[in-house]
């Protein structure tokens, strides 16, 4: 009888709530196992992040260029739509005069790139696109390797030099 007595005693004890001063939380243990994980990583990525820093200080160091190397300038805005210099107008031989009025200009292709579903050309140092005039040559079309111009009437086409 004494069994069949404590079982229902137990029963009894859980329908009525005869646990009540007992905690339901987490473990103090496991309070403190999480927040030692938390710091931990904490102090991990703050270490990490100053190995990086440290590691990249001596790349982010200027070593100078060779002097017949060619300068290469990042472009840090949207191309505009007219043409303008990228850099410093190359000094034309001293033996070669300027085009006289009507004669053709002297055209250089200097590169071809496309970027953004648009086609530029390099053309004595400054940017171009379809419909662009350059010393009075009209744009009338950028390939892969070459520029057709239209001077006066006349179509040009010139193709990018070493192709």
Do not use: W
């Amino acid at each position: 009888m004494s069994i069949i007595y404590d079982a229902l005693k137990k029963i009894e004890k859980k329908n009525t709530g005869g646990d009540q001063g007992k905690k339901t939380g987490p473990s103090p243990l496991l309070l403190k196992s999480v927040l030692l994980y938390v710091l931990a990583g904490c102090a991990g990525l703050m270490i990490a992040s100053y190995a990086f820093r440290f590691f990249e200080a001596p790349l982010k160091q200027k070593t100078p260029a060779p002097k017949d190397s060619t300068a290469v300038v990042p472009l840090q805005q949207p191309l505009p739509q007219a043409a303008r210099p990228l850099a410093p107008e190359a000094p034309k031989p001293q033996a070669e005069e300027a085009p006289r009025e009507g004669q053709q200009p002297v055209l250089i292709l200097n590169g071809v790139f496309s970027g953004g579903g648009e086609s530029y050309a390099l053309v004595n140092n400054n940017i171009v696109m379809p419909n662009d005039t350059i010393e009075g040559a009209h744009v009338l079309e950028i390939g892969d390797d070459y520029i057709v111009l239209d001077f006066k009437g006349k179509k040009i086409t010139l193709r990018v030099q070493g192709n």
